[in-house]
């Protein structure tokens, strides 16, 4: 317990249950931080932040969509209001669209890479501008995939989208590494969220393929990727920035 005491996190993506943002808002809940828990859907947003307070913790629910700018802006400006700082950012909200080349439209191309990218940049930006003004550094920790480390059939823009966030990850820890600001991402393999029953029915042609390069045989827990996430908020990875960290059963080590 407390390896996160005292320190004000921000979870995106969190309204999701079972989900990789509301497995981290509620561990870093239990290690002692206020958690901040953001998605589009506000209502279940809230819903999560209402289960970690009953459990003992400290979290607010706000809505937000990642996608807008001006929404960044707000929610930011609602937590330096609240505590005058942010400790650790969690950039987790994400869609996948999967379709084979043949079948994408622009439209879905620029759906993809907006929610899962420009919204990182948006405020992976904002953090570090408020963190730079506290002074004491902090943790970004942005959720790419391991289909943004090897092609994935069927991922072509979900995987431009994650293999985006794993460099712009690596330039921003470069950035901000004077400033103690690490900069960090998570590569989940294949776990069991909601998004995931999603993408199998987007893409059961490939779904069996997919599971059988899976060594250890089956699907990981939003809790899996909840502990990874802890760790590089904690101050146990002070020394780690630009750095990928994959979390799959064994898939990428083929």
Same mark, same amino acid.
């Given at each position: ?7 004000? =996190? ?12 509301? =497995? #981290? ?6 290690? %002692? ?9 506000? @209502?279940?947003?809230?819903?999560? =932040?209402?289960?970690?307070? #009953? ?67 948006? %405020? ?6 408020? $963190?730079?003004?506290?002074?004491? %550094? ?72 997919? $599971?059988?390069? @899976?060594?250890?045989?089956? $699907? %990981? ?24 960290? @994959?979390?799959?059963?064994? $898939?990428?080590?083929?």
């Amino acid at each position: 317990m407390g390896r996160l005491e005292g320190k004000v =996190a921000l979870v995106t993506g969190g309204a999701s249950v079972p989900g990789l943002g509301s =497995a #981290t808002a509620q561990r870093f809940a239990e290690e %002692g931080a206020i958690v901040f828990i953001t998605d589009r859907d506000g @209502v279940g947003a809230e819903k999560v =932040a209402e289960g970690i307070r #009953t459990a003992g913790g400290a979290a607010e629910a706000l809505p937000h969509d990642v996608t807008s700018e001006s929404d960044w802006d707000r929610v930011m400006a609602a937590i330096e209001t609240a505590h005058g700082r942010l400790d650790v950012l969690v950039n987790n909200a994400g869609i996948a669209v999967l379709r084979m080349l043949e079948e994408f439209t622009t439209a879905d191309w620029k759906l993809q890479n907006s929610v899962n990218l420009d919204s990182v940049f948006y %405020g992976t930006q904002r953090a570090v501008a408020l $963190m730079r003004k506290v002074g004491q %550094g902090g943790s970004i920790i942005n959720i790419s995939s391991v289909a943004g480390l090897f092609g994935v059939p069927g991922c072509a823009a979900y995987a431009a989208s994650k293999g985006g966030v794993r460099l712009f990850s690596k330039v921003v820890a470069l950035e901000c590494a004077r400033d103690r600001i690490r900069s960090n991402t998570v590569h989940p393999g294949m776990i069991l969220t909601n998004m995931q029953g999603v993408a199998q029915e987007d893409n059961a042609d490939n779904f069996d393929s997919t $599971m059988a390069l @899976v060594p250890m045989g089956f $699907m %990981g827990d939003p809790l899996d990727i909840a502990n990874m996430n802890l760790f590089l908020a904690s101050d146990e990875a002070r020394y780690i920035t630009g750095s990928e960290f @994959v979390v799959d059963g064994g $898939m990428a080590a083929q």
